[in-house]
């Protein structure tokens, strides 16, 4: 291996103790640590020079290595690098340095750089930038995504109150910070969701990662090491054909990026739009398009050209093509079925095979469909509807003969008229009421039930009340039985001693 040269800081030490202090080679090298024959040599390239001591004040140390080290300056000879253009070239999917340096020493390989000093060159220069680089993003590979801390009040045009507060959710591609900017109602699972599906075809395609933080929406347990992901937001990444990633818990450097451009959108489009009252989220999304556009159209500062340039030069051919169909928002649970042979999903129930009773079944809802699924089969799909306590019932689902023998509407309605008019007239507007009778069988069973607790005679002076009130339904029998008010208003009690008074009139007066 090369002896390593001295340095310039002993070389002056060693000039200093030879011409000012006057010692010998041996006790140079003694006080300085050094060997004798380097303290001869170091001696004799400064008396071989044109130099003289004592230097002058102004004198450089490159100045010095350059007079006792002449191959030195040899160096200055070869060409530069451009740091810059390499740092950009690296980006590309499949770029290498070898490849570089080849290009590099085709231009003129007599002042071109060794593979191993274009490296070494390429990681100084890295090293003195600014910014730090880390995490090299390769084209089309990551979009970082997160969600802005402030918000942006909607407000009633009717009230002025704030009706909700606009979530801004933010997508940026890791290698060109190509950004995507929307308001949403919530940080909920859909609107997270959907987020992303418009994201893709603001970009025109796919990344090959997702990097989100660890919200509920996107997480459901957060690990270091193995998160557990949403089952909904797998089921997007599965559509389009690509992989969720996301950042470990209290990591912000996995996603600087996406904190990066949270600040950038803070400051230059949310404080833009500081003064402004917005009465829908769609006027607010109209505003923030035209100043995200002018973002990714501004020329930046460290790189060169606009994000949208880079975009199109280096993201845009990596991305991965969009599917034929966008995805669908599907809301996915799971639900015990009820005795009804119903499950509920907002607000409305929906039949499945009644030998299901008991069981437990998954539930996958889109915007106009909803699918119920056992062990992975599909048992039931209805049309969805949006009516709150509403039924939704296929004959296939309901029972057979056995179960209508023991519940059917006949036994019902002479099980009421046991008890009385009241109750028989109650149980039947039930049956009528609904689409199918069997749907009815719960509520009149809790209705004729009531006797075990109030008594047939209780429970027909309620139905007969709620029947005079217009309300036959089962909540206000058992509201009239728990207050003690089946029997209507109470009659005022006489008074044991009438009032005998000559003032007053008596009945036959009117006649």
């Not at 003694?30 to 001869?40: F, N, R, Y």
């Not at 109602?185 to 796919?206: C, L, P, T």
């Not at 966008?326 to 129930?349: F, T």
């Not at 809802?365 to 009516?387: E, G, M, P």
Request: some cysteine; overall charge positive; charged content about 25%.
């Amino acid at each position: 291996m090369p002896r390593k040269r001295t340095e310039m800081r002993k070389v002056k030490d060693v000039l200093r103790l030879k011409f000012d202090a006057g010692l010998s080679h041996r006790d140079i090298s003694k006080c300085l640590s050094i060997g004798p024959a380097t303290v001869s040599e170091v001696l004799s390239r400064f008396t071989a020079s044109d130099l003289s001591w004592p230097l002058p004040d102004a004198y450089s140390d490159v100045q010095l290595e350059g007079k006792l080290y002449p191959s030195v300056i040899s160096k200055s000879k070869k060409r530069p690098l451009d740091g810059n253009t390499i740092r950009l070239e690296l980006r590309r999917k499949g770029m290498t340095k070898l490849l570089l340096w080849q290009e590099y020493c085709e231009e003129e390989a007599a002042t071109a750089y060794g593979y191993t000093q274009f490296c070494e060159h390429y990681q100084i220069w890295l090293k003195k930038q600014k910014r730090s680089m880390r995490q090299v993003h390769i084209a089309g590979d990551k979009l970082f995504i997160d969600y802005a801390g402030p918000t942006v009040p909607i407000i009633s045009p009717d009230t002025g109150e704030i009706r909700y507060n606009a979530q801004i959710f933010v997508a940026t591609l890791g290698a060109t910070n190509y950004t995507y900017i929307e308001a949403g109602r919530s940080q909920k699972q859909e609107d997270w969701i959907m987020a992303h599906v418009r994201a893709f075809n603001y970009i025109g395609g796919v990344p090959r990662l997702l990097v989100p933080d660890n919200l509920k929406a996107a997480v459901t347990k957060a690990h270091r090491y193995a998160p557990i992901l949403n089952e909904n937001y797998e089921r997007m990444a599965r559509h389009y054909g690509t992989a969720i990633m996301p950042a470990r818990p209290y990591k912000p450097k996995d996603k600087s990026k996406a904190e990066n451009a949270v600040l950038i959108v803070e400051r230059w489009i949310l404080m833009r739009l500081r003064n402004h009252v917005f009465y829908t989220l769609a006027e607010l999304n109209i505003k923030i398009k035209v100043l995200m556009a002018d973002l990714n159209n501004r020329q930046q500062r460290m790189y060169p050209g606009s994000r949208k340039e880079q975009f199109d030069l280096l993201d845009k051919p990596a991305l991965a093509s969009l599917p034929t169909y966008p995805y669908e928002y599907i809301d996915s649970k799971r639900a015990k079925v009820a005795p009804d042979y119903h499950i509920l999903y907002e607000k409305h129930a929906y039949s499945v095979p009644h030998s299901l009773v008991g069981g437990t079944v998954t539930l996958e809802a889109s915007a106009n469909i909803v699918c119920i699924y056992h062990h992975n089969q599909l048992v039931a799909q209805h049309t969805r509807t949006f009516k709150d306590g509403g039924f939704t019932t296929l004959k296939e689902h309901m029972p057979g003969s056995h179960f209508k023998h023991r519940f059917n509407s006949e036994r019902l309605l002479s099980w009421a008229k046991n008890i009385g008019v009241g109750t028989r007239s109650v149980i039947e507007w039930h049956i009528h009421s609904r689409k199918h009778p069997e749907q009815a069988i719960k509520t009149c069973l809790a209705i004729l039930n009531l006797t075990k607790q109030y008594g047939n005679a209780r429970v027909e002076s309620a139905c007969q009340t709620a029947l005079l009130l217009e309300r036959p339904h089962r909540i206000v029998v058992v509201n009239l039985l728990n207050n003690h008010k089946e029997h209507g208003t109470q009659p005022v009690e006489e008074e044991e001693n009438p009032v005998n008074h000559h003032n007053i009139r008596g009945q036959n007066y009117y006649q």
